[in-house]
Structures are given as C-alpha cells and as structure tokens.
C-alpha cells in the first residue's frame, strides 16, 4: 500500500484491510472484488491484484516464503525492493530495501544525487558497517524511519541527527548543497466523456494509458486532432498523481451511442470501484446535467 503512496493516506485502509483480513489465511480465500471494493481511493489498483495472486500462491505452499532473492521475485508484483524486504523482515537476512527515505539518507550522508549513486554496489561494499549479525530486519526498519522521521525530505532534523559528523549535506552548508527536491513531470492530456441524458457517462477499462491501466476510464486522447466540433470543453485543470502533473481539458458530449469497449456508468454511482482520477471527472461532469 505505501508505494507510491503516503503513510497518513495508508493508514486508515491499512488498518480496515486487516480487519476485514487478519491472516494471510482469509485473504488467499478472499474474492478480487471484494479486495478492490477495500481499496478503492488508495489508486495503483495493480498493488491489490498482485498482493491477492501472491497470497494464493503461497496459500499452495503453506503459507512459507522462500528465504532466496530469485523465488520470492517469482510472486506477482514482487520486484527488487519488496524481495529485500522480506528478505530482511520474515528471514532476517543482510539485505536493504532500497525505498525513497533510504535513497535521500545516503544521497545526503555522500552529498551526491540520488541518480548518481549504485545502491547496489554501495550497500555490498559496505555490508560489514551497515549490517549486524542477527536483527537485520531492524537495521532495514531504522533506515526507513530515520529517512522519514530524521532525514526527512523537507527541513531534516541535522541538530538531532546521530550522524551528522560524517554527513556530507551537513558539513557542506558553506558549499553548495545538492538540491534534493524531485520535480514534477508536466504532462497536458484530453479527456473526452460520452454522456447521455440519463445522466450516465461512457467509461473504458481497455484504456491505453499507461496510469490506471485497466480501471474505468473516460476516452483519454493527447492528441488535439482528435477533437471535432460536437465536443464541448468543460473545463481546464490540473491534477497531481504520483510523479505527474496532468493538465487536463476536459471535453464532453451527449450520445446514445459509445465506442466499443466502453459502458455506461451513472455519473453519480458512488458504489462503482472508480480511480480518484475518474471521481473527479464525474464531479464535473455532474454539474452540466
Ligand atoms: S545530518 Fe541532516 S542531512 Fe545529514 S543525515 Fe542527518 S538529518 Fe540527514
């Protein structure tokens, strides 16, 4: 659920979702909808689906991980910072998930950009200072949280930090200090909404689109050429999502027919598994009826 996404906006799904599934037991039993229904608003709906094929997967082995970088990576959503985690968390093992706050500590410890850093490279040359023999999984936690409670992106806490006699960032408040501040990719999209006078809207899951892939989605187009004279623009708008920020036209028109692919929703359906992405649309697009 932290992918992407930040701890306060986790927390309340976070504490429902364990409700609702207390062991890995009742999720590997539980239905997709109902996961996704749980999850609606957190976004990256892909998380959810892959978290679900991979507690079924290890439901077949009985509920044991494998203790080696390569098995684990065969789960379904499974990439290199979730394998190390487990790694270190359920096996104890010397490894480091390499998350943003741990990548901002060691940019600042070296006074060095982010980009310009091998993680893996470093953290292997350096395994002997940064791991201890047992309770490695706590040496991963503390690097997480010391970037998140310490070192923290915006105004680090220097004045209480343990380490700022070696730490490069600090010691160079004379020089010039690396900005560590990550810009936002500007990126201008049309969405284009079929609506009828039932007060429905035409929205795709077989959208191209590489964010929300697979959710419903109204017709997205960057292209201009695509805009004819029967679409109305509604409004202009930005969005942010993750990385990006969208500048989006907003454009509609009444039909009673639709593209292929694309079904009608009622604009004011709230029980729909709808991304933020599309919520806001249909916010909109409920004040032209
Ligand atoms: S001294 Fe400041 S910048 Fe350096 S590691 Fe500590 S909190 Fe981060």
New binding site residues.
Partial sequence: MLQQTQVKTVLPYFEKFLRRYPTLKSLSQAKERTVLKLWEGLGYYRRAKNLLKSTKQLAKINFKLPNSLKEIKKFPGVGNYTANALLAFIHDKPTLAVDGNVK??FS??LNTKETQIDFEKLIKTNESKIFIKKRNSDVVEAFME?GAI???PKK???N?????KK????NNSKHKKINLKKKLKNKKINVFCYVNKKKQIGLTKNSNVGFLKTFVLPQIKNRRKYLSKDWNFLLNYNQNISNKRFNINLYYKFSKKIPRDFKWYNVNNKNEMIPTFTKKILSEIEKIF
């Fill in positions: 901002r500590v600042r410890i010391f310490i070192c923290k680090p806490e220097c209480n930090c343990t380490v700022k730490c490069n960032y600090f």
